[in-house]
């Protein structure tokens, strides 16, 4: 095992419907992280409810964890977990060339996409009690271009693009050291060095992105990601910053 962080639980299951409906149901009696790895998934979701493609072979895998404070800095985790994503995916290929980050939450191979994140909470009192953040990569195979909505980034498995082949426990052991390495940042100091390590990797920074939300479709440049986690874009009618939406190149 490499280096499994300390205070980490870690389970691995044959089957399981969800990791992250696992998640919500451990996490009342947890009393720290656990890792939960699906080697077989028969309900997996992505975001806004989407169906998630798991063959035999992908990772699925969920973190969850009790957190306490507002939701906005809760939902900072995302960059956390993909930048957790890119140390390991870098570490098992020995490359980080064609490795980039999209807004909000996937990691992006040659222009494909290699694998998403999926934020999901339970809260009392106005208060999140904890989080779950679900992994999907595409290790050894991905889903069918057809399969997807239109204007989708098209998807890419780690074997076809680079000939690596890893299991899922094995990544599962670079993924978790990652994670802890960049949560601690951004527990002891804050959002400022996660966000400019996200932005390093950022995919499309500087250049023309069309960000789709529940009401509309706004194209401008690709400005920044502000000290909340936004998506800054520099418009025809100017500055607009938006906390939820999908991106398409």
Same mark, same amino acid.
């Given at each position: 095992?490499?280096?499994?962080?300390?205070?980490?639980?870690?389970?691995?299951?044959?089957?399981?419907?969800? $990791?992250?409906?696992?998640?919500?149901?451990?996490? +009342? *009696?947890? &009393? /720290?992280?656990?890792?939960?790895? /699906?080697?077989? &998934?028969?309900?997996?979701?992505?975001?806004?409810?989407?169906?998630?493609?798991?063959?035999?072979?992908?990772?699925?895998? $969920?973190?969850?964890?009790?957190?306490?404070?507002?939701?906005?800095?809760?939902?900072?985790?995302?960059?956390?977990?993909?930048?957790?994503?890119?140390?390991?995916?870098?570490?098992?290929? /020995?490359?980080?060339?064609?490795? !980039?980050?999209?807004?909000?939450?996937?990691?992006?191979?040659?222009?494909?996409?290699?694998?998403?994140?999926?934020?999901?909470?339970?809260?009392? *009192?106005?208060?999140?009690?904890?989080?779950?953040? /679900?992994?999907?990569?595409?290790?050894? *195979? !991905?889903?069918? +271009?057809?399969?997807?909505?239109?204007?989708?980034?098209?998807?890419?498995?780690?074997?076809?693009?680079?000939?690596?082949?890893?299991? =899922?426990?094995?990544?599962?052991?670079?993924?978790? =050291?990652?994670?802890?390495?960049?949560?601690?940042?951004?527990? $002891?100091?804050?959002?400022?060095?996660?966000?400019?390590?996200?932005?390093? &990797?950022?995919?499309?920074?500087?250049?023309?992105?069309?960000?789709?939300?529940?009401?509309?479709?706004?194209?401008?440049?690709?400005?920044?990601?502000?000290?909340?986690?936004?998506?800054?874009?520099? $418009? +025809?009618?100017?500055?607009?910053?938006? *906390?939820?939406?999908?991106?398409?190149?």
């Amino acid at each position: 095992m490499n280096s499994w962080p300390a205070g980490y639980g870690r389970r691995v299951l044959a089957r399981v419907d969800s $990791t992250n409906a696992e998640a919500a149901r451990i996490a +009342p *009696s947890l &009393q /720290g992280p656990e890792w939960i790895l /699906g080697l077989h &998934q028969t309900d997996a979701r992505g975001r806004r409810g989407r169906a998630w493609a798991n063959p035999q072979g992908n990772f699925a895998a $969920t973190l969850v964890m009790p957190v306490g404070g507002a939701p906005e800095l809760v939902a900072l985790r995302s960059f956390v977990a993909a930048l957790a994503l890119f140390d390991a995916t870098v570490a098992v290929t /020995g490359r980080a060339e064609g490795f !980039a980050l999209k807004w909000p939450n996937d990691v992006l191979l040659n222009g494909g996409k290699l694998a998403g994140i999926l934020l999901e909470s339970a809260s009392a *009192s106005g208060r999140i009690d904890h989080v779950a953040i /679900g992994f999907g990569v595409n290790l050894r *195979s !991905a889903p069918a +271009p057809d399969s997807l909505e239109a204007g989708a980034v098209r998807p890419v498995s780690l074997l076809s693009e680079t000939g690596t082949d890893v299991a =899922p426990e094995a990544f599962l052991d670079l993924l978790a =050291p990652a994670f802890a390495r960049h949560e601690a940042q951004l527990v $002891t100091y804050g959002f400022a060095p996660v966000r400019a390590a996200w932005l390093d &990797q950022a995919a499309r920074l500087g250049e023309a992105i069309t960000a789709r939300t529940a009401r509309e479709e706004i194209a401008g440049k690709f400005e920044t990601v502000d000290a909340a986690g936004n998506l800054v874009l520099s $418009t +025809p009618r100017g500055r607009v910053t938006l *906390s939820a939406a999908d991106v398409f190149f």
